[in-house]
């Protein structure tokens, strides 16, 4: 009769701290990528002043050119699954694709490159390792970062 009473006590008290615990991560949930026309890379990184001011205006606009072709990169592929049966057609669209990615990748470049340019070396530090946790979620390589 104890042992029965014991395991009721245990099962109530486990599921109420399941509940608990769940009721946290649907509150608080993972953070998500920032909203457009926000900035946080130079709070991330330490900057402050002028500078900082500077990044994030760099940022939010490298964020609205990053959507512009990204859209445009969805409407390409669009095109392209809907000739599937027009062999010249089709070839011509994945040209175009691939102009369009190498335009998003020059541009993330450009983009780091002239973050790193207002960089101290211990920002840059950060600012690398930024960059490589960014591209580590964007390939899907999980590993621990190179050492520097």
Do not use: W
């Not at 009473?5 to 008290?13: D, V």
């Amino acid at each position: 009769m104890k042992s029965i009473k014991f395991y009721k006590i245990l099962s109530i008290t486990l599921l109420i701290l399941n509940l608990v615990t769940l009721s946290i991560f649907f509150i608080i949930g993972p953070p998500g990528p920032p909203r457009p026309g926000e900035a946080y890379l130079a709070e991330e990184i330490g900057m402050t002043g002028s500078t900082k001011k500077t990044v994030d205006a760099l940022e939010i606009k490298h964020h609205k050119d990053k959507r512009a072709l990204k859209r445009k990169n969805f409407e390409l592929q669009k095109k392209l699954y809907n000739s599937l049966t027009d062999e010249e057609q089709s070839a011509e669209i994945m040209l175009q694709i691939h102009e369009n990615r190498m335009k998003t990748e020059r541009m993330t470049f450009e983009f780091f490159r002239e973050v790193a340019s207002y960089c101290n070396k211990k920002q840059r530090k950060k600012l690398d390792e930024s960059i490589d946790h960014g591209l580590r979620r964007i390939t899907g390589n999980g590993g621990p970062p190179p050492k520097r």
